[in-house]
């Protein structure tokens, strides 16, 4: 910013309303001309004093807590690093061309803080807002209630700005949390086979709809075999992306250990009952024999793979698909089918990020997937996966997690 040309010094005297800067200790390190002016205060007498000093409480007043209130403030942000907007308060300035006397302000102080290379608070902001207008009628006797109300509801709409935008920074924080926590756990795949695979995982725009959407795939047993997993946990924020880390880590052990993935779907159908948040979760799992050359799948209320032939045909598997996972009380053994491919075919696992739309059916969402995965069949996965996510997902960004697997079979 320094290469702009521009001055900041001159900027910082030039601002509108009373700013003043302060150290960790409470003294005064600069105050713009608004400060000086509307304080009644010289810059000698602010700078390198004590803020307490210059602005203690009136002493003849036993009630008086502006000042006390306003160093309450001020440690909040020493000791959050966050900003602290206050409610009107009423202070007494002594006058000095009179002494003895006291003046009544009203003002309205917001307390931001300057944070150093440490991260730690190096510095303090002290905006004020003089009110005492507000509070007085023309005549300089003290206003009526309603000014007095109207201030009040004025100062409390800039708090509720203030709350908000609290709100959306702590928003934020677990929007990079969640999202930390589902890159460490979807895995890059690692397969002993020279199997060609894409995955990719889209986080929604907005910071309060990250979302438990997870992928997994894994060697199996037997032959040339690999299982292929996508699941969907219903809910946002950190809580759905750590029950989408236990289900997922639960999946990928019991499908290298059962007969099939409707037994590992039973599996974690028992284990889901007792993980937080996991309730009505989806998850489709494959299990892709290249020797048989065959596709053996479960479905727990999840959006069906897609299997796209060598000819451009598109299969959707949804012939073993089942209530989403600990939907009863009663668990009963899952369904699960096999279908075969030739060479050529590739395989397409998503969760439902990337076909449905508010107000739309599913089915055109199915739909556009199958034109788009038909006219891009030749692609090798990597070129195919991006192809369908830039078709498919908004230009503005999806509302919901999307993750896609693309095998070539």
Not at 111 to 118: E, F, H, K, T, Y
Not at 292 to 317: I, M, N, Q, W
Not at 322 to 349: E, H, I, K, Y
Request: charged share 25%; net charge negative; hydrophobic share 45%.
């Amino acid at each position: 910013m320094a290469d702009a040309g521009i001055d900041y010094a001159a900027v910082f005297q030039a601002l509108p309303g009373m700013v003043a800067v302060l150290n960790p200790g409470l003294v005064y390190v600069d105050a713009n001309e608004d400060f000086v002016r509307m304080s009644g205060r010289s810059r000698e007498q602010l700078v390198g004093h004590y803020l307490f000093d210059v602005f203690p409480d009136n002493p003849e007043d036993p009630g008086a807590s502006g000042m006390r209130n306003l160093a309450a403030s001020l440690q909040r942000v020493l000791t959050t690093g966050e900003r602290d907007t206050m409610a009107v308060q009423r202070y007494d300035v002594r006058s000095l061309e009179l002494p003895g006397r006291w003046e009544e302000h009203y003002w309205s102080p917001v307390n931001a803080p300057v944070l150093g290379p440490d991260g730690e608070v190096a510095l303090l902001v002290l905006r004020v807002e003089e009110v005492t207008e507000f509070i007085r009628d023309r005549g300089g006797a003290v206003g009526t209630r309603a000014r007095a109300l109207e201030a009040e509801l004025y100062i409390r709409a800039r708090e509720l700005q203030e709350v908000n935008e609290r709100l959306r920074k702590a928003h934020a924080r677990e929007r990079e949390v969640a999202l930390a926590l589902q890159e460490a756990m979807l895995p890059t795949p690692r397969l002993k086979g020279d199997h060609r695979v894409a995955v990719r995982y889209r986080p929604a725009v907005s910071a309060l709809n990250v979302c438990g959407d997870w992928y997994d795939l894994v060697d199996l047993v037997g032959g040339d075999r690999i299982g292929v997993a996508v699941g969907d946990v219903v809910g946002h924020g950190l809580a759905a992306a750590c029950a989408m880390g236990q289900l997922r880590s639960a999946l990928s052990a019991a499908s290298r250990v059962a007969g099939g993935p409707a037994q590992a779907l039973d599996v974690l159908g028992r284990y889901a009952h007792v993980v937080a948040g996991a309730e009505s979760a989806t998850v489709v799992i494959t299990f892709i024999d290249f020797d048989a050359r065959t596709v053996t799948y479960s479905s727990a209320g999840h959006p069906p793979p897609a299997l796209v032939h060598a000819d451009g045909k598109v299969e959707f598997l949804d012939a073993a698909t089942d209530p989403p996972l600990d939907a009863s009380p009663d668990p009963v053994p899952r369904p699960q089918a096999t279908t075969s491919f030739t060479d050529g075919a590739t395989l397409v696992l998503y969760t439902d990020g990337l076909v449905e739309r508010r107000r739309e059916d599913i089915e055109i969402g199915l739909e556009r997937l199958a034109d788009s995965l038909t006219r891009h069949r030749d692609a090798d996965p990597e070129t195919l996966a991006d192809a369908v996510l830039e078709e498919l997902l908004p230009p503005e960004g999806a509302t919901d997690d999307t993750a896609l697997i693309v095998v070539r079979l």
